[in-house]
C-alpha cells in the first residue's frame, strides 16, 4: 500500500519567460512545474510530478508570490490578475504586473534584465507514488496536490526545504526495512526453537 502523506513544499522549476504587452499592461508568463522532469533531491533520491498532479486543483484560491513571501503577492486568481492552466508542459502561469507596485516593477525588471529566472511553487501533497528501486534508489512522484502558491524567485526554496523532507522519508523506510528484517528473523529464530 502506498503511502498518504502531507508536506508542505517548494519545488524550483524553469525560468519563468517575460512578456510585455502595451495593450495588456506588462504581465510575467512562464511555468510553475513542468510534467516529467526528474528533480534530484539528494543522493538516492528523485522526485517528479505527474501530468495529473493538478486536476481540480486549480479553483481553489492562489496566489503569484515573489519569493514565496506571503507580504509581496504578484497576482491572485480569485482576483482575474493571475492566471493558471495545465497544458501538455506543466503547470503554466500568467501574471498581471501592477504598475503601481514597486515590489512588483521592481521583480519585472529583474527578470527582463535576466537577473531574476526562478520558479517555485507551495503546495500539500495529497497523493504520491513511491518506487524503491533495486540500486537502493527512491523515488517520488507527485500525483496529486493541492495547491496555494506559485512564485518567482532568485532562489527556489526546494532544494533545501524538499531534500532534508526526503531524507527524513529515506531515513523511515529504511527503519522500517530494519525493523521487518528483525522480526522476520525472529520470527524463524522462534520456529527453530
Not at 495588456?24 to 512545474?33: D, V
Not at 526545504?161 to 526526503?166: C, D, I, L, V, Y
Request: hydrophobic residues 35%.
Amino acid at each position: 500500500m502506498l503511502e498518504q502523506r502531507q508536506a508542505r513544499r517548494m519545488l524550483p522549476l524553469m525560468a519563468p519567460q517575460l512578456r510585455a504587452d502595451d495593450q495588456q499592461g506588462k504581465r510575467i508568463e512562464g511555468y510553475f512545474a513542468t510534467f516529467g522532469s526528474i528533480y534530484e533531491l539528494g543522493p538516492g533520491a528523485t522526485e517528479s510530478v505527474d501530468s495529473h498532479a493538478f486536476d481540480g486543483a486549480l479553483d481553489d484560491d492562489i496566489r503569484c508570490l515573489i519569493d514565496h513571501d506571503t507580504r509581496l503577492v504578484l497576482g491572485r486568481n480569485k482576483a482575474g490578475t493571475l492566471r493558471l492552466w495545465v497544458d501538455d508542459h506543466g503547470l503554466a502561469f500568467s501574471v498581471d504586473i501592477n504598475p503601481a507596485d514597486t515590489d512588483a516593477m521592481n521583480l519585472y525588471s529583474r527578470v527582463q534584465r535576466g537577473d531574476v529566472s526562478g520558479c517555485s511553487f507551495g503546495f500539500d501533497i495529497l497523493e504520491e507514488d513511491i518506487d524503491h528501486k533495486e540500486d537502493g534508489s527512491t523515488h517520488w512522484t507527485i500525483k496529486r496536490v493541492k495547491l496555494y502558491e506559485g512564485s518567482i524567485c532568485t532562489f527556489p526554496a526546494y532544494k533545501e526545504t524538499q531534500a532534508e523532507a526526503r531524507r527524513e522519508d529515506l531515513k523511515t523506510i529504511r527503519r522500517r526495512e530494519v525493523e521487518d528484517w528483525k522480526n522476520k528473523t525472529k520470527e524463524r529464530m522462534s520456529k527453530w526453537h
